[in-house]
């Protein structure tokens, strides 16, 4: 008999069916039918507008048309030839602020094409039905191309790297491949395994070769990656969180966000992730809203998401503000953290009501409790340079030049980690294929 | 509300919508429940002398577009299937227990005299208020010298009313098939013979697609397949076309016509009554979407009316035919341009490249600072194709 859940109380009996079921996939996939239905809604648009919203240029209308011919593998590959991680991204990607928001038929109907769904049914009808890769290998170029981080931004990288004929070794800190994908994203939105089923499906390119545990500063440097491969991408997000900076935040009971997801993400049995009754979420931003709603669904009672300033400035979508909403989630808005009340374990927080006095924000005198035996914080991340020597950083971030060039001759870099980074996986997929072109550039430069 | 009652050729209907000779009226309970959903007149599936035929498994093709709507079915099924003698006796009693609706008798034979006039007179001895002569199906009776085969010769189809005029004094509907290449010289053989209505199109020869995996022609009756007849929205336009030539020709202009052809709808059948149809015959959106069609054809085409001041379908038939000519008779000095309205436009981009590719390259396509995509019409190069609508 299956263990019962851990966060069953008295009065809220959850069953491990019930929690497995708000795991299932957020956005149920479209089938065949649906997909034509859909796809024969699309006006075909000339110089489409959801082309150029789409940071990896996906030519959407020819997708679109190819499924609405049933010619699905058409479709996957037009999606893939510009975005290998098209099945991730067609998961994740906040379509309402990209391809989706520009669709003409907005204006039209007010009901924009399904862009999202019908792109992860091309790509995943494509990998369960074919074995065979789409893409081939160019000629080898005799090159060898060192990658830090199996993240979204490496493994793009590595991926048109080994088309272009070089050869690629991947540096990943963890035990396994996929970095946000397979430790950070919302669970109910890479239901069965879909990071590691893409990660293997990309590495049947061939050429590429991941090592993991792999931990810059400890058992490897820039420095050797540097002296033992003509070139280097850096990849590797950013892998450090901010304190509130209040007393007693170490206490059992508060823990960063993403800790809290990846513990969720490796679980094999959701029903035994131990959550609170009464969560607190402090951010606004979508790691925030993520945390709050899987809360939520793993049985939390009360799940309440603090926010200093208001819902304009909350850097999580529309959609998915009203995704927490609609899931029981309270939004506490103008109230910012002021103490934390515990012994050993948190057993509430105190926050100051927030006021904006000339172009300030300023905390007030008005200060209230709230129950709390869980925080979860989702305050945003940063750069962990301490391994990166000699490459010139900017506000907390790596600087490049057009060519994705760091500050190193040789070494380029991409993804959430650079200044132009947008913390978006489709960003951090295109920044990896270009500066695998700009590698391959720089690569066949050094030859002549 | 506006008065549907009128006059096919002779008969009095309650509405002009009639259910075409075919699966929908092969027999008393369908028939019954189409009068029950309220249509006006239905001609009974195609009677033939015992014994009766033989029908296949599977009959029907679609057409699709690609939201899964049906646009045409294409049927390989043949006339009834049933002993003459069962269908004359619920003819008489569906005559009895619907004494306001009409019910037309649809027939075809070998091309014999005996075997026209012998059969004509038991249908009308059934009851019936008419007699449609089926010399249109494209499949399976044609081979047998029925059907198209004869209807693609008019000196048979002359020869075949005649026969059925001179022994029967109801009126007679001489149905023609579209497989022809001129409809005036079918409908002037009718005409001859003394028909009193023409009733087209019938279905239109067709292969309506094929599987590529058992490679034959659908729909497949053991791994092989044949041509059939096409019906349904897709087939609207040939008929319109068909029926506008026979209202405007002066030899024929007087024929009455019993349009059929892709009728889905009330504005549907107020097109072919614009170009001249006294009646009408609806088979394949009845046999997609069920009898109830009808409430919407009579409400629709009432309320239409009734909006454009039209007390009687009298009122406005035939309204269209003047305006249908020959092309050398349209205005070669009338000119039109394209006009994008910039307030309702959605940039697409759809004109631009159709014109662009495929026409003048008369609109030019830029984007304004904002982002805002412009399509505008260069008057000088535009040829007014209309195209863009």
Known sequence: ???????????????????????????KPLNLQQAIAESDRCLYCYDAPCIQACPTSIDIPTFIHQIRTENINGAAKTILSQNIMGGTCARVCPTEVLCEEVCVLNSAVEQPIEIGLLQRHAVDSFISHNDTH????????????????????????????????????????????????????????????????????????????????????DNISLQYLQQNHDAVFIGIGLGQTYNLGLEKENLTGISDAVDFIETLRQSTDKAQVKIGNDVIVI??????????????????????????????????????????????????????????????????????????????????DDTYTIKADMILKAIGQKLNNSALKGVSIERGKIIINKNYETSLKGVFAGGDAINTGEDLTVQAVEDGKQAAHAMDAYLTQEEK | MANLKCN?????????????????????????????????????????????????????GVHKNNNRSIVGINNIELISDRPLQTNLDEIRQVRKEWPDRVIIGSMMAVIEERAWKELAIKIADAGVQGIELNLGCPHGMCERGMGSAIGQVPEMVEKVTRWVKDVVDIPVFTKLTPNITNILWSAEAAMKGGADAVALINTVNSIVSVDLDKMAPNPIVDGKGTHGGYCGTAVKPIALNMVAEIARNSDTKDLKISAIGGIENWRDAAEFIALGAVGLQVCTAAMLYGFRIVDDMIQGLSNWMDDKGYQSIEDFRGMAVPNTVDWNELNMN???????????????????????????????????????????????????CDYVQ
């Open chain 1, 1 to 27: 008999m299956a263990p019962e859940p851990c966060n069953t109380v008295n009065g809220r009996p959850l069953t491990t069916a019930k929690i497995n079921n708000n795991f299932d996939n957020l956005h």
């Open chain 1, 134 to 217: 789409p893409f081939t290998r160019q000629k080898d170029t005799g090159k060898h191309i060192a990658i830090i981080g199996a993240g979204p931004a490496g493994l793009s990288c590595a991926h048109r790297a080994a088309i272009l004929g070089h050869q690629v070794t991947i540096y990943e800190a963890k035990a396994k491949s996929g970095g946000l994908n397979e430790y950070g994203l919302a669970a109910y939105k890479m239901v069965d395994d879909w990071a590691q089923t893409e990660v293997d499906f990309l590495l049947a390119i061939g050429g590429i070769t991941i090592k993991h545990d792999q931990i810059m500063g």
């Open chain 1, 283 to 364: 951010g606004a931003g979508n790691t925030a809203i993520d945390v709050a709603v899987q809360a939520k669904r793993l049985g939390a009672e009360n799940v309440t998401l603090v926010y200093r300033r208001g819902e304009e400035q909350m850097s999580a979508t529309e959609y998915e503000v009203n995704l927490a909403r609609s899931n029981d989630v309270h939004i506490k808005l103008w109230s910012a953290p002021a103490t934390i009340i515990g012994d050993t374990e948190v057993t509430a927080i105190e926050l100051n009501k927030t006021i904006i006095k000339d172009g300030k924000l300023l905390p007030t």
């Open chain 2, 8 to 60: 096919i050729a002779g008969i009095e209907s309650i509405n002009p919508f009639w259910l075409a000779s075919a699966p929908p009226t092969d027999k008393y309970t369908n028939v019954v429940r189409a009068f029950e959903a309220g249509w006006g007149g239905v001609v009974w599936k195609t009677l033939g002398e015992d014994p009766p035929v033989i029908n296949v498994a599977s009959r029907y």
């Open chain 2, 334 to 384: 009338f000119d039109t341009k394209a006009v994008i309205d910039q307030d309702s436009c959605i940039e697409c981009g759809r004109c631009h490249i159709a014109c662009e590719d495929t026409s003048h390259q008369a609109i030019e396509f830029s984007v304004n600072d904002d982002g805002k995509r412009i399509f505008r019409v260069i008057n000088d190069e535009c040829v007014g």
